[in-house]
T-cell receptor, first 113, second 115 residues
């Protein structure tokens, strides 16, 4: 069964303490892996799309990488404003041919000053 | 990036009444819109997928007569929660894609409280 698993569930960092979030997936037809940031009470904000193993994308202190089994979101020297829940999603193709976004449970990141 | 606007952001309604949530794509034509439900500290659970001009496809366990979805135009989809009950209280989020893109853009979400 296709699924998306994110770890850790929660992560507390000190400001400046770099770390990585993991998203592992088991899908039969990957059509893109996405990272989103979600602040409390808000909808997810798009960060990155990765399509093929070996691909990397960067935005400010964030860098996303992709392998055939998992994706990492690296956070370098985080700041308190990076505190949020980070969601990983994969696009699966339904029997009807539509793209179906499927989300992991997310990693709740808190960065202490 | 593309902008998706969801309205209202918060709504409180009485048990037994219906409430409508709107999702608009502001700067693109959304060929497909998705409706999600999110419980506290949980991930987004897909409720249904709607394509403009056709009936929505509901996920297993989602009552189509309770959660009415209308995607009448390429820029607007609505979710109506009918005969709302307190257990329908949740955070509802829409997203939209366009053309052959696999990227989905999300609305701000709607916090529904049924009292």
């Amino acid at each position: 069964e296709d699924q998306v698993t994110q770890s850790p569930e929660a992560l507390r960092l000190q400001e400046g303490e770099s770390s990585s979030l993991n998203c592992s997936y088991t899908v039969s037809g990957l059509r893109g892996l996405f990272w989103y940031r979600q602040d409390p009470g808000k909808g997810p904000e798009f960060l990155f799309t990765l399509y093929s193993a070996g691909e990397e994308k960067e935005k400010e202190r964030l860098k996303a990488t992709l392998t055939k089994k998992e994706s990492f979101l690296h956070i370098t020297a985080p700041k308190p404003e990076d505190s949020a829940t980070y969601l990983c999603a994969v696009q699966l193709i339904s029997a009807g041919g539509s793209y179906i976004p499927t989300f992991g449970r997310g990693t709740s990141l808190i960065v202490h000053p | 990036g593309a902008v998706v606007s969801q309205h209202p952001s918060r709504v409180i309604c009485k048990s037994g009444t219906s409430v409508k949530i709107e999702c608009r794509s502001l700067d693109f034509q959304a060929t497909t819109m998705f409706w999600y439900r999110q419980f506290p500290k949980q991930s987004l659970m897909l409720m249904a997928t709607s394509n403009e001009g056709s009936k929505a496809t509901y996920e297993q366990g989602v009552e189509k007569d309770k959660f009415l979805i209308n995607h009448a135009s390429l820029t607007l989809s609505t979710l109506t929660v009918t005969s709302a009950h307190p257990e329908d209280s949740s955070f509802y989020i829409c997203s939209a894609t366009f053309g052959g893109s696999t990227e989905a853009f999300f609305g701000q979400g709607t916090r529904l409280t049924v009292v």
